[in-house]
């Protein structure tokens, strides 16, 4: 389906009452799609600002949530150009099937010591930079996915930015739930890891994507995607629960860690590569400050 922002932009007149009540099936459409999907973002923005202390830990939540409007915006502007260019999709699935690889293995080397990096030892910014990427190949998604359902640039609007409203309250639901069940915080990678898969799949066995290798066309609905949320959330739990479980699954957990470090280093590799220019860019303007703190206090 084309969807010309500047064209549309350009005959943008303010809906008639008819208009205004057909919209109205699909608004509300895409605020339960939306909601739904928000779970697993806003789980995944708790989990991986949960290890900062105190009050960096809200600001990250505040920050992510910012980036999960910020880019949907984004995606919508350049949703035609999204949807002509695959490759864009399958590098943000690439990037969320690694941030579950890495948190699970420790694979990534952020801060360039030669060690592999432990999960929880991002810093503030680094942790910020991290949930803005994720919010970004979430987004990519989700507005593919509406912009699918209306081609009515104000419709799409509507349903998506109401509809992640959801994320800040859900967010905020999500610290406590990572206090009370820890297992939650490892769940959350999984979750990334599962949309990303989805999305990557469905990539991989559409003919029209260019990239096909399994047979298809393949598509999961959102109604699928939350099922299957709801299952990995509820096992999770499960898991930390019951030592019998925990001992049956322990080989085969420890047999997934070798492919996931094998794709933790060498999309780690190619994600330092592409960012080296804007870290020398960076450090060469950086005020040089005797005893300053890079992280936020």
Known sequence: MSFDLLGLLASFTFPTSPELVEAIPVILAL????????VDNALAIAAMANHLPGRQKYLALKYGIIGAYFFRGLCLAFA???IENPWLKICGSAYLIYL???????????????????PNQRGFW???LAIEVMDLSLS??????????????????????????????????????LERFPILADTAFVLIGYVGGILLYELLSNPASGFQVFPGPVHVTAGQKFI????????????SKSDAIQKALSPMLKLSLAPM????????????????????????FKPKV????????
Not at 31 to 38: H, K, M, T, Y
Not at 105 to 113: H, L, R, S
Not at 228 to 234: K, L, Q, Y
Not at 290 to 297: D, L, Q, R, V, W
Request: proline share 3%; aromatic share 6%.
């Open 290 to 297: 005797a005893g300053s703190n890079p992280e936020i206090s």
């Open 80 to 82: 035609a150009w999204i």
């Open 31 to 38: 605020i339960v799609i939306e909601g739904l999907l928000s």
């Open 228 to 239: 299957g949320i709801v299952i990995i959330i509820a096992l999770s739990i499960l898991y």
């Open 261 to 284: 470090r094998v794709v933790a280093i060498v999309v780690g590799l190619i994600l330092k590569v592409l960012v080296l220019p804007f870290k020398l860019v960076f450090k060469a």
């Open 100 to 118: 579950m690889c890495e948190h699970f293995t420790g694979g990534g080397d952020e801060n360039n010591d030669g060690q592999a990096d432990s």
């Open 126 to 128: 680094s942790t910020i």
């Open 140 to 177: 990519v998604d989700n507005v593919v996915a509406a912009v699918a359902m209306s081609p009515k640039l104000w419709v799409v609007c509507v349903g998506v930015f109401i509809g992640i409203l959801a994320l800040r309250f859900v967010a905020g639901a999500c610290i406590k739930l």
